[in-house]
């Protein structure tokens, strides 16, 4: 009697143990060695939301172009560390001329030669489109189209286009663009565009090469807002999965060419909101290797206000399966 009584006893304690694991695996921050800056938020505060951002290295530093809600503008930042940033400046805003332009925000900047280029959400009545823009220096910019370079044209676009990540492929010699589709708020998932120029894009397929996996109760609604990375032998997706429209998470997958065989990570998400400034959704993750750790951005939100955000991850490996 003594020994069942015993047995019942350690069996109750290893349940609560392992209950108490699984809560405490479940409510973790970040996991699989990525950690939250304590000194988080990085950009926001005063200025208001700032939101879905896209930073270059520089030679000096960091250049960080962000969504800033207040001014309906691009604004720009700059930091020699990528932790301290300077105030935003707008350096791209409301186009008068083009009524799709009303409110411009979701950057992608990349450089080609000692040329920045740009591709940008413009928004109006309720829709989005992508539009593009050139610059010398990151800071005065040049309107390439009087109409946006991407439309939603196809029926799970429905009535946006927006999030453009962009890649130059030397050897292919084309722009590579993943960009988000679907509702105005938010978007349903991600599709894939090709372009020789960087106005002309040519949509390689009718449906998404990236959407929500159902049975992943953290993405089961949405999958968008990604930054596609091409790295040796496949290429990285950072995206932000929806549990609901409301609640968002960060994710990581890969793929051999950035369009088919999509492997998510088997620790996602990777980044949850925590019980301060971020505390009612995580997006838009735009990460960047420095040689020796990875540096990830995001916007987090708390009630109405989104800030600006970073995780460290020493080392290159994230901790795929092999």
Not at 73 to 102: F, H, R
Not at 175 to 184: A, L, N, R
Not at 218 to 242: N, P, R, S
Request: glycine share 8%; hydrophobic share 35%.
């Amino acid at each position: 009697m003594h020994y069942q009584r015993f047995y019942l006893f350690l069996l109750l304690v290893l349940f609560s143990t392992s209950v108490v694991a699984q809560s405490a695996i479940s409510t973790r921050e970040t996991v699989s060695g990525w950690i939250k800056y304590d000194k988080n938020p990085v950009l926001g505060g005063d200025f208001g939301t700032i939101f879905d951002i896209s930073v270059l290295s520089e030679t000096n530093g960091y250049s960080m172009w962000s969504s800033w809600r207040p001014k309906k503008s691009i604004a720009l930042s700059t930091s020699e560390n990528g932790l301290k940033w300077t105030d935003p400046v707008p350096v791209l805003g409301p186009n008068p001329d083009n009524q799709w332009e009303s409110d411009l925000n979701r950057p992608c900047v990349i450089k080609k030669g000692n040329v920045y280029h740009m591709w940008y959400t413009g928004q109006a009545e309720g829709k989005s489109w992508i539009g593009y823009a050139t610059s010398p220096d990151g800071k005065t910019w040049t309107h390439r189209s009087k109409t946006p370079v991407l439309s939603a044209e196809l029926a799970w676009e429905k009535t946006s286009v927006m999030c453009p990540s962009v890649i130059w492929d030397q050897k292919a010699r084309i722009y590579k663009m993943w960009y988000s589709g679907g509702e105005q708020y938010e978007p349903d998932a991600i599709g894939y565009a090709t372009s020789t120029d960087g106005i002309n894009w040519k949509k390689i397929a009718k449906d998404p090469i990236f959407s929500h996996d159902p049975l992943n109760k953290w993405e089961q609604a949405k999958v968008t807002a990604c930054q596609v990375i091409k790295e040796k032998d496949h290429y990285l997706m950072f995206y932000i999965g929806f549990r609901d429209v409301d609640y968002a998470q960060i994710g990581i997958a890969r793929s051999p060419d950035g369009i088919h065989n999509w492997e998510r990570h088997p620790q996602n998400p990777i980044i949850r909101p925590g019980n301060g400034w971020d505390s009612s959704a995580v997006y838009k993750p735009y990460a960047i290797y420095d040689g020796k750790q990875w540096l990830l951005w995001y916007n987090g939100r708390k009630d109405g206000k989104e800030q600006i955000g970073v995780v460290l991850h020493k080392g290159k490996d994230l901790g795929f399966n092999k």
